[in-house]
């Protein structure tokens, strides 16, 4: 934490971070700042507390537009193993996109804001069911925010992948540039951290480290760092190289990362050099472009294939008494026969003694393994309770 907070602000801070309610976490922040003295130690913190502060207040607004209306024009039914949205500029082809891709048939014209709910379809590919969910635009041909912007962004949070969809026709680097800056402030980092910390919050135990890589700190300024806060039991995990500065503002800004696929649409009507820009500007992003025209049957299949590999799944198949199931568990890349057990059933993750396995994950096929191990595509499980 930076140098000496007062007693007071220090107490209005653990207010925050122990807020469970909307209300609660933008009331404590609003007495937080006033306390907390203007330097150059503090800048950071500021900063970033007036950043969470923005956003909170955003989704209050939010949420009281949407109470206003009879039920949740927003809310779409989750189907399916995993949940794409489609996010981006007005007219840029989303509605032409999902509807070349799955099953759904939404209204195309070639004018703004044709779309104004969210409008899911479903496509299959490799045993995996996807559900795609065109949202309505976030940013007007003109590079202006719509009166949908925050509730998409909102969505979006909640989805396992974005695919951003710029118009090749209409400026996409200033289109893109505009999108990073309202989902930053809408709570979502493109860029995947090379370290990240994760503060897992308890009810006992007090604090614990857990490093999978390199702490720059030690369990002292941890804890004292939490407890200034308020955090007394937490467990702190630290992927890659991390410092306090790093768990600082995991603690301070609501933002996650999310997986996400840059998408040039209309690109049939690109302009060449401005594409190269273009791409340069994603790879730096450490993203994947695709570019997208409905003329080109090949950019379908390929924009398939590239949305489901960056979804970061594997599928595993489980076998009971000698049969395999034909549709796969989805999990997250790095799970284990564990999490398996647990995503079948509450009650197995607990009573599980061990697996059988087939597949990539082991070296002897039919291998015996214990509930840690770490699975891979492909692989076929049979789990022994
Ligand atoms: N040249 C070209 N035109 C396209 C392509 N895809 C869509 N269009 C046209 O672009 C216009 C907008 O397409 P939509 O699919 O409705 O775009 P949208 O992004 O869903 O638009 P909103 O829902 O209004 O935000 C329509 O006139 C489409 O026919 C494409 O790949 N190339
Ligand atoms: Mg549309």
Redesign the pocket.
């Known amino acids: 934490m930076p140098t000496n907070l007062t007693a007071e602000a220090q107490a209005k801070l653990a207010k925050y971070t122990q807020a469970r309610t909307l209300e609660e976490k933008i009331r404590a922040l609003e007495e937080a700042l006033p306390l907390i003295p203007d330097h150059k130690g503090t800048e950071r913190m500021r900063a970033q507390l007036k950043t969470t502060l923005a956003k909170l207040r955003r989704e209050a607004e939010r949420r009281k537009s949407v109470k206003v209306g009879r039920h949740d024009e927003f809310s779409v039914r989750r189907e399916g193993d995993v949940q794409v949205s489609l996010l981006?500029?007005?007219?840029?082809?989303?509605?032409?996109?999902?509807?070349s891709l799955t099953n759904a048939k939404?209204?195309?014209?070639?004018?703004?804001?044709?779309?104004v709910r969210p409008i899911p379809g479903m496509t299959q590919h490799m045993d995996v069911e996807i559900q795609l969910v065109?949202l309505?635009?976030i940013l007007t041909d003109g590079l202006e925010e719509t009166s949908f912007t925050g509730r998409s962004i909102a969505f979006a949070r909640n989805s396992d992948l974005i695919a951003i969809?710029l118009?090749c026709?209409n400026n996409p680097l200033q289109q893109l540039e505009k999108i990073i800056q309202l989902l930053d402030e809408g709570g979502i980092t493109l860029r995947r951290r090379e370290a990240i910390v994760v503060v897992e919050k308890k009810d006992s135990g007090g604090i614990r480290l857990v490093s999978f890589g390199h702490f720059r700190a030690s369990l002292q300024e941890v804890r004292s760092l939490l407890e200034s806060v308020g955090v007394k039991n937490a467990v702190v995990k630290v992927y890659g190289d991390a410092g306090l500065e790093e768990l600082e503002e995991q603690l301070l800004r609501e933002t996650v990362y999310k997986p996400s696929v840059v998408v040039g649409?209309?690109?049939?009507?690109a302009d060449a050099g401005e594409l190269e820009r273009l791409r340069r500007r994603v790879e730096e992003l450490g993203r994947p472009l695709v570019l997208?025209?409905?003329?080109?049957r090949a950019s379908i299949t390929h924009l398939r294939d590239i949305l489901y590999q960056n979804l970061n799944i594997i599928r595993i198949y489980t076998q009971k008494d000698g049969v395999i199931t034909r549709k796969p568990v989805v999990l997250g890349v790095g799970s284990t026969v564990q999490e398996l057990a647990r995503v079948i059933h509450k009650d197995f993750a607990e009573r599980l003694r061990y697996a059988r396995v087939w597949g990539r994950s082991v070296r002897i096929q039919g291998q015996q393994v214990g509930p840690g191990h770490r699975l891979e595509d492909g692989d076929v499980v049979e789990l022994f309770l």
């Open positions: 981006g500029v007005a007219n840029s082809g989303k509605s032409t996109l999902l509807s939404p209204a195309i014209a070639p004018y703004s804001l044709t779309t065109e309505p635009a969809m118009d026709a649409g209309r690109a049939d009507l997208f025209s409905v003329r080109d």
